[in-house]
């Protein structure tokens, strides 16, 4: 690892050390487990209220205007990353304890960012977000 790492640091500058970076979803979930982390019941699979829109489940909230011929229906998700509610996608699961994630991730074929209805906008979508607005003054 040390041959990888440039330590040529100016006054002024300082070291972002991310630790975890390379961790795969699995890794987390195994972590969880490994510590006994007690984690809230979003993470884990419940009937919950939703509608289905480009193939992507969101919650079903007051910041999601309903299209022509959606509905509201329940049905039993869990999600695999959290993040803007109107753009987090779920994923149907059983899956209501780490252990049963664990086993249904070994077994997905999908990444957890592919739950993302902003990723459906293009591949850049996330990382354009995050630009700062800026206007243009004329």
Do not use: Q
Not at 14 to 35: A, C, G, Q
Not at 68 to 83: A, V
């Amino acid at each position: 690892m040390w041959n990888l790492f440039n330590g040529k640091k100016n006054n002024g500058e300082h070291f972002r050390v991310f630790p975890i970076s390379n961790w795969t979803e699995m890794d987390v979930w195994e972590y969880i487990k490994l510590e006994k982390i007690d984690l809230p019941s979003l993470y884990f699979s419940h009937k919950r209220k939703c509608i289905e829109r480009d193939g992507v489940i969101l919650a079903a909230s007051k910041y999601i205007n309903l299209k022509d011929g959606e509905k509201i229906t329940e049905k039993t998700i869990r999600y695999r990353t959290c993040g803007d509610m109107p753009i987090t996608g779920a994923v149907y699961s059983e899956a209501d304890t780490v252990e049963k994630i664990i086993a249904e991730i070994s077994t997905t074929r999908t990444t957890e960012r592919g739950t993302r209805a902003d990723d459906k906008r293009g591949e850049t979508a996330m990382e354009d977000r995050k630009k700062p607005v800026t206007s243009k003054l004329f």
